[in-house]
């Protein structure tokens, strides 16, 4: 640990679909955010943690900020803005363009609110020509005073060891908060409910995938210490919903189980034997208790 550690909580914030999860997955160097190409991916407040000689950074990764439609949406907006006043730099990741539309309008409105110095991340410089960089970065000038503007690309890791940098600068000294082999606070049942809740939004169709959770009913490794049993189960809204997730013959769901099984033993180094069932709770996104069960408590915000 050298003399000058730095340590500090960062966030990540930005619209559904910028790349918040893909940009802490490649930072870290680790898979623990779900991704997909899919909005509102992210549910939870999820801490991953980066350690080098030159201190410890704690992300935290927030649900996108966009207008709510239920209470599983106003949950996951307060969260994200709870989360702006107790953090040390806030990251606002966008994309290149030359619009800038109400949703980004939106956010640097919450961001006025703020003393936290905000590091604007322009993402997916990997798709635009380099000389157009600086006028995006202009654009986005008019609408907050920034901290710092840093271009990458988090798909390919363009430029993130100068945002790691970048960060450092508005970091104090300060204490390691994680052992310096810890990469994330979140319990493996979490994170393998995520994984295949993750494969579930990969295979299935853009109407069912926001209406569904997942939730581990067992975990537990078997005597001989070599076979991981999980059963799990995807709960979703409607009946017509259940039949598209099961398949034809249980096709669908046996892809989303090898889909899960693949990435949780690459991850876990064990071998898995995974079972998934499908369950039907109407309206689960509108129930306080329902919320609750599936890991989302307002009360824990």
């Not at 003393?115 to 635009?128: E, Y």
């Not at 654009?139 to 907050?144: E, G, Q, V």
């Not at 537990?220 to 799990?232: H, L, Q, V």
């Not at 669908?252 to 079972?275: H, V």
Request: hydrophobic letters at 40%; glycine letters at 6%.
């Amino acid at each position: 640990m050298s003399e000058n550690f730095k340590s500090g909580f960062v966030t990540l914030i930005g619209r559904p679909n910028v790349g918040k999860s893909t940009l802490m997955n490649q930072l870290i160097g680790q898979k623990i955010a779900i991704t997909s190409n899919k909005p509102q991916t992210t549910r939870n407040r999820i801490q991953t943690v980066y350690t080098c000689e030159e201190g410890q950074i704690v992300f935290v990764d927030t649900p996108g900020i966009h207008k709510a439609k239920n209470k599983l949406g106003e949950y996951m907006v307060n969260v994200a803005e709870q989360t702006l006043k107790e953090v040390d730099v806030v990251l606002w990741l966008v994309e290149p363009t030359d619009f800038i539309g109400a949703g980004e309008r939106h956010i640097a409105e919450q961001l006025m609110n703020v003393k936290t110095p905000v590091i604007l991340v322009i993402n997916k410089v990997d798709t635009i020509k380099k000389e157009e960089i600086l006028r995006f970065i202009d654009n986005y000038r008019k609408i907050y005073d920034f901290a710092e503007i840093v271009p990458v690309s988090a798909l390919k890791g363009t430029n993130t060891k100068d945002l790691i940098d970048t960060i450092f600068r508005y970091l104090s000294e300060g204490p390691m908060f994680y052992d310096e082999d810890t990469v994330t606070d979140q319990p493996m049942r979490q994170i393998v409910a995520e994984l295949i809740r993750e494969k579930a939004l990969k295979c299935l169709n853009d109407e069912i995938p926001h209406g569904i959770a997942v939730y581990i009913d067992q975990m537990k490794e078997r005597k001989s210490g070599d076979i991981i049993d999980i059963d799990a189960t995807i709960v979703c809204e409607r009946d017509s919903h259940k039949g598209i997730i099961i398949g034809k013959q249980g096709a669908m769901l046996k892809k989303i189980g090898s889909a899960a099984r693949y990435e949780i033993e690459r991850m876990m180094e064990i071998k898995i034997n995974l079972k998934l069932w499908v369950k039907v709770r109407k309206e689960w996104r509108d129930s306080d208790l329902q919320l609750k069960n599936f890991g989302y408590n307002p009360n824990s915000i």
